[in-house]
Nanobody, 121 residues
Framework: QVQLRESGGGLVQAGGSLRLSCVAS????????MGWYRQAPGKQRELVASIISGDNTNYADFVKGRFTISRDLAKDTAYLQMNSLKPEDTAVYYCTARATSRPWDQWGDYWGQGTQVTVSS
């Protein structure tokens, strides 16, 4: 199985920056894509950004121009650089990965436990 561990969340003032990291570990054969979702209190979980590799990225409209997703293939790690943070960015941020543990496995979707990001006004 694949485990994901997020880090880098915290409390920041509006206009500030945070960098989230997500490290994949366990039995990993291949990771197809990694991404970040978020869930604010009382709201549904929503996609923030995803990446397959290099320039193959996808962003939600509400973070375009402010957030950047990147990936280190050698370290099985994804990052989310968040700039110009707003109070409405406050949420639990979850890392996700589509991966296989063995060559013959079908792709599986894995989730981390989440990291809290709080932006004060």
């Amino acid at each position: 199985q694949v485990q994901l561990r997020e880090s880098g969340g915290g409390l920041v003032q509006a206009g500030g920056s945070l960098r989230l990291s997500c490290v994949a570990s366990g039995r990993i054969f291949n990771i197809n894509s990694m991404g970040w979702y978020r869930q604010a209190p009382g709201k549904q979980r929503e996609l923030v950004a995803s990446i397959i590799s290099g320039d193959n990225t996808n962003y939600a409209d509400f973070v375009k121009g402010r957030f950047t997703i990147s990936r280190d293939l050698a370290k099985d790690t994804a990052y989310l650089q968040m700039n110009s943070l707003k109070p409405e960015d406050t949420a639990v941020y979850y890392c996700t990965a589509r991966a296989t543990s063995r060559p013959w496995d079908q792709w599986g979707d894995y989730w981390g436990q989440g990291t809290q990001v709080t932006v004060s006004s």
